[in-house]
């Protein structure tokens, strides 16, 4: 392996594209978690696709790895060079390449963000539905197979991407999937390639599913008494078909940070945050409904948010929850983790967790996407306490160990990364070594993003 023989070829190739700042390095070596800072060697930034494969096949003569980057926004060390190499960062690949508003698709180059994208939409009367909250870039969430808030109603990324163009590690340049709708031909090499955490390739174009904007959107937030009844009014509401766009939970501590983070007004105890999208018959009666089961499990205080500005700062105050719970504790470190369980275990899952945090004495707010079974945790431990750090992964990995007894997975957006590698024999068993297999039939030098997803060469 020579990295500066490769890094010697790419700047020839790139020119002041190709940093090797120890600002740049240092920016592309941190991630939103506490993983110590792992500075790839440079930094590049390509243009167009022809210069991702001609970055590939340099790299791969040197054997230098290969890491994409996106936004920065992933949580579990998904873009950390661990082993050196070039971190691709595709912010100069950003464009909308195609709208075709009659087949409901756009075209669109990695590095392109979802807010971006859903601004270019605004007059077509199309938007892209997966929301995870940050904003993130296309690529990066379509790597980590990203969901968020709506995907109790529009799916994660998986259900949204109809196709790539991706460069293998060794230069080849393919395409999966086509425009329609649906397809019957061949190994499903999309699916394969969405979640794969750059583990198999670079993306350099993903042609996306558009939804209608919705004639009518409603929102509101209901408090509970406890989070069992909470909890319970989610799976009722999910079993009784009503097609909710968003119904996230967040407890009472949560409640609280939103309080102090953003003056909002809400009882300390636990809530519901909904919205319903469609006409407005369809989103009065599916109001009325879920208010009838909010009534049978004891919530109250109903506030509505029908005005787009009150369902902004809603949803504002949702996709800020991290920062608003890491200030109950400023001084912590954040250890974040997420896990999904089928529907019908959800109350077990949440109620088992609250009880152990409660216990281990560690602030740790719950909060998540419950629609589709899917919650998180922020433990907030000392930073500089040893024994509050041990205890709160601790938490996490029982966390982890509880979503897998009750039938689920150990992550259910955040992603494999360097931070739940060790889950993956006991969540897959003997398919993580297909998993492998097929890492070593497409990266046999182990180049692209090693140490992430499966074992190593």
């Known amino acids: 392996m020579s990295i500066p023989d490769a890094l010697s070829e790419l700047s020839s190739l790139l020119g002041d594209r190709l940093s090797r700042s120890k600002s740049d390095r240092d920016l592309h070596g941190a991630c939103e978690m506490d993983f110590p800072l792992t500075p790839p060697d440079a930094v590049a930034y390509p243009e167009n696709t022809a210069e991702v494969a001609a970055l590939v096949e340099i790299c791969a003569r ?10 920065g926004t992933s949580l579990e060390g998904h873009a950390l ?19 075709a508003a009659e087949d409901m698709i756009a075209v669109v180059e990695p590095g392109l963000t979802r807010e971006a994208l859903n601004t270019e939409l605004r007059a077509t009367g199309l938007f892209f539905p997966v929301d995870p909250g940050a904003n993130a870039s296309l690529g990066g969430m379509a790597a ?6 709506t995907a ?11 196709g790539l163009e991706v460069v293998l590690a060794d230069g080849r340049v393919i395409r999966t999937g086509s425009r329609a709708p649906k397809s019957s031909a061949g190994y ?16 350099t174009e993903l042609t996306l599913r ?3 904007q919705p004639e009518a959107v409603s929102a509101a937030i209901c408090a509970f008494s406890d989070m069992h009844a909470a909890v319970e009014a989610v799976i009722t509401t999910i079993q009784s078909g ?6 996230e939970f967040v407890d009472a501590e949560s409640a609280a940070a939103f309080n102090a983070h953003a003056g909002a007004a809400m009882s300390e105890a636990p809530h519901l945050l909904v919205e319903f999208h469609g006409s407005p018959a369809g989103v009065a009666e599916q109001a009325e409904r879920f208010g009838e089961i909010v009534a049978d499990m004891g919530g109250s205080d109903f506030q509505w948010a029908d005005r787009p500005e009150d369902r902004t700062a809603l949803w504002k105050m949702r996709h800020n929850a991290y920062y608003a719970c890491r200030a109950i504790r400023p001084d912590a470190a954040a250890i974040t983790t997420d896990v999904c369980v089928p529907i019908s275990r959800l109350a077990e899952a949440v109620e088992e967790t609250a009880a152990d945090i409660a216990e281990s004495g560690i602030p740790g707010p719950i909060l998540g996407h419950v629609g589709d079974g899917n919650f998180h945790a ?19 990995g029982r966390m982890a160990e509880r979503a897998l007894r009750l039938g689920g997975t150990v992550t259910g957006e955040h992603g494999i990364g360097m931070g739940k590698l060790h889950y993956m024999e006991a969540e897959h068993g003997a398919a993580w070594e297909v998993m492998g297999q097929i890492k070593r039939a497409l990266d046999p030098q182990d180049l692209m993003n090693p140490g992430k997803m499966v074992r190593g060469n």
């Open 188 to 203: 499903d090499l999309t699916g394969l390639m969405v979640g794969s955490e750059g583990t198999l390739g670079l993306i």
């Open 81 to 99: 060079a661990v082993r050196g190499g070039v971190s691709v960062d595709f912010a100069r690949m950003n464009r909308v390449r195609e709208v």
């Open 144 to 149: 980590t197979r990203a969901s968020g808030t």
């Open 242 to 247: 009503i097609p909710m766009a968003r119904i």
């Open 378 to 396: 922020l433990l907030l431990p000392r930073a500089d306490d040893a024994n509050e750090l041990a205890t709160a992964k601790a938490l996490a």
């Open 152 to 162: 109790v109603r529009y799916g994660t990324m998986r259900a949204n991407v109809l």
């Open 210 to 212: 558009l939804q209608g």
């Open 62 to 71: 040197h054997g230098c790895p290969i890491v994409g980057w996106g936004a």
